[in-house]
């Protein structure tokens, strides 16, 4: 090792400074100052921002470059996906610090955890090798678990963190077990190195195989789809709002680069095999996700099984193991985390009273209450079920022409249909702002800050759609296959 591969992870090593510099910080302030801890992690996330921007490897015409043996990789897409996971986690935690003040929770354990859990979604986006791929995942994983179970108070917090412990245990656990089978097959541990010995053997070695099964059925625990998603609706529904608001945007960049770096990193010459299986998993995602969604009464449990749905979408990105469909995945998990982290402050905004707004009810009449923010979320209601011009119709046109391009038409027709069920328990939403009268008179009261982040999360959500062609170049352009 040497000086310069220390430069290449250089926003790692600065965020791992930064969470022990918070987590030593809180033993020295009173429970009143604790304000300056998030402070902190917010000026964390802004020098984090601007070392990955410095990052001028490319600049000389070196597209990528490898550090410590080749385990690490920073490249375009690592870049664009880190800085993205900043910015989410900013409003992240400015959502969050309203509702832990609201509740009784503002401790420095939460913004401990999720700079620890960043990390993890930082290893995890520039690994290059399965056993960097496995330490993001423990990270991001472990940090989690605590985080669901960060309410102390609460059985049903408890109660989820043990479902996600127990099911994420196992999907690790199936995980490492395909890597062991990989590196039995291929001899080695570095992602090009198993790529070149996979284009010799093929479909041939039977542990190979049998290994790339275990490694999607990962994946798709990570990424939450059919039919891995049971932990979903059960740990959205039971964490605190603000640990959901966190779980459904962040680590979902994380998830899908590490799918890339699998399957195109280590397993693409097995392509044809794995595009099948991703496949059915998007098919299930989208039918369960959807279906399932209008059956919901509370709101929370309604985004989860909507996440399960847009990730079903995201597959299909994926399918063609090309560039264009890579970057169209890429640039739909993006608009997701925005608009997750959108719906989700929405839901912070209006809890009060150490009661959380979780129930579709609670949104009755919105709009009398404060016309804004009606809009906002009717905002973030229409991108996420795929309305023009808003961000979420690129992103579903996007990954839905990856699918043709594909091959895979009768998918694009089903994808194009279940959009527009989907489109159903949005409105729902839109309908009850708009149309029904309101269940409380009060108004609504939020710090400047919040009212900010949200009113400039939910502009995004027509902003992005608008001027969409920036951020699709970047996204499309962060590949060289």
């Known amino acids: 090792m040497n000086a310069s591969e220390f430069l290449v992870a250089a926003p790692e090593i600065w965020i791992l400074v930064m969470a022990c510099v918070v987590l030593c910080t809180d033993v020295f302030l009173r429970p009143e100052r604790r304000g300056i801890i998030h402070m902190l992690s917010i000026l964390a996330l802004l020098f984090a921002a601007i070392i990955t921007l410095r990052g001028d490897y490319h600049a000389d015409g070196v597209w990528a470059v ?37 509740f009784g929770l503002f401790r420095s354990d939460f913004y401990t955890l999720t700079l620890f859990a960043l990390l993890g979604v ?53 995980l490492l077990y395909g890597m062991s089978m990989i590196y039995g097959a ?36 990570k990424l939450g789809v059919a ?18 608001l966190f779980i459904s945007t962040v680590p979902k960049l994380a998830a899908f680069a590490m799918a890339f770096r699998l399957l195109h990193g280590a397993v693409g010459p097995l392509h044809s095999d794995w595009q099948q299986m991703l496949t059915f998993l998007a098919l299930l995602s989208m039918l369960i996700g959807n279906f399932a969604a209008i059956m919901q009464s509370n709101l929370k449990r309604m985004l989860a099984y909507s996440t ?28 997701y985390a925005l608009m997750s982290a959108a719906a989700f402050g929405m839901l912070i905004l209006l809890s009060v009273g150490g009661r959380e707004a979780e129930r579709l009810d609670d949104f009755k009449g919105l709009n009398q209450r404060n016309a804004w923010y009606a ?105 060289r296959l």
């Open 122 to 174: 930082m290893l995890l986006i520039s690994a290059n090798s399965l056993i960097t791929i496995y330490l993001g995942i423990e990270l991001v994983s472990l940090s989690s678990y605590a985080l669901v179970a960060f309410d102390r108070d609460s059985s049903r917090g408890s109660e989820s963190a043990m479902k996600y412990f127990v099911l994420g245990s196992m999907a690790s656990g199936l």
């Open 66 to 102: 490898t550090a410590f043996s080749d385990t690490f990789v920073r490249d375009p897409m690592a870049d664009v996906l880190k800085l993205f996971s900043y910015v989410t986690l900013v409003l992240v935690l400015t959502y969050s610090k309203h509702y832990l003040r609201s």
């Open 186 to 221: 291929t001899g080695s541990l570095e992602l090009q190195a198993i790529s070149e010995t996979v284009k010799i053997v093929g479909r041939e070695d039977i542990l190979l195989v049998f290994g790339l099964v275990f490694l999607v059925a990962g994946i798709a625990f």
């Open 308 to 335: 399960v749905s847009h990730m079903g979408f995201v597959l299909l990105g994926l399918l063609p193991g090309t560039a264009e469909g890579f970057g169209a995945a890429m640039y739909y998990v993006i608009v």
């Open 375 to 479: 809009a906002v979320m009717a905002m973030v209601m229409a991108s996420m079920a795929g309305f023009p011009p808003f961000v979420g119709f690129f992103a579903k046109w996007l990954v839905i022409k990856a699918a043709i391009d594909a091959g895979l038409v009768w998918l694009a027709i089903l994808a194009v249909v279940l959009s527009v069920v989907g489109a159903f328990y949005y409105l729902r939403v839109i309908k009850l702002m708009y149309f029904d009268d309101p269940e409380s008179e009060a108004p609504i009261r939020v710090p400047v800050d919040f009212g900010a982040a949200i009113s400039l999360n939910g502009i995004l959500m027509l902003g992005l759609g608008v001027f969409s062609g920036t951020l699709i170049g970047i996204c499309l352009t962060s590949f």
């Open 227 to 244: 039919p891995f998603h049971m932990w979903v609706p059960d740990v959205y529904h039971g964490a605190p709002a603000a640990v959901t």
